[in-house]
């Protein structure tokens, strides 16, 4: 069974910065495109960036570009999300999910980060 473990989300001030951290088990790690994505109170689950598995192209919602960088360590299983000069409406919960599991609607607990003005 798959089991994903999001950590590193916070509270912080606007302009500042976290480094998410997802663990994935249950799972061929190494073979899946990876994505963060958040949850603002209300919304849906919105993708903020993705990682493929080899050498293909990263990418970002428009609203992160810039300012999060995704990046993967496969020994670990682990995906992680720097985010940079955070605002306040990146305030959400986040989750790490692979695109079969976000379909399915199949999430972990995620990790809440919540930017102060």
């Known amino acids: 069974q798959v089991k994903l473990v999001e950590s590193g989300g916070g509270l912080v001030q606007s302009g500042g910065s976290l480094r998410l951290s997802c663990k994935a088990s249950?799972?061929?790690?190494?073979?899946?495109?990876w994505g963060w994505y958040r949850q603002a109170p209300g919304g849906q689950h919105e993708r903020v960036a993705s990682?493929?598995?080899?050498?293909?192209?990263?990418q970002y919602a428009d609203s992160v570009k810039g300012r999060f960088t995704i990046s993967r360590d496969n020994a670990k299983y682990t995906v992680y999300l720097q985010m940079n000069d955070l605002r306040q409406e990146d305030t959400a919960v986040y989750y790490c999910?692979?695109?079969?599991?976000?379909?399915?609607?199949?999430w972990g607990q995620g990790t809440q980060v919540t930017v102060l003005s």
């Open positions: 999910n692979i695109p079969f599991g976000a379909t399915n609607n199949n």
């Open positions: 249950g799972i061929i790690f190494s073979i899946h495109d």
């Open positions: 990682i493929p598995p080899g050498s293909g192209r990263i």
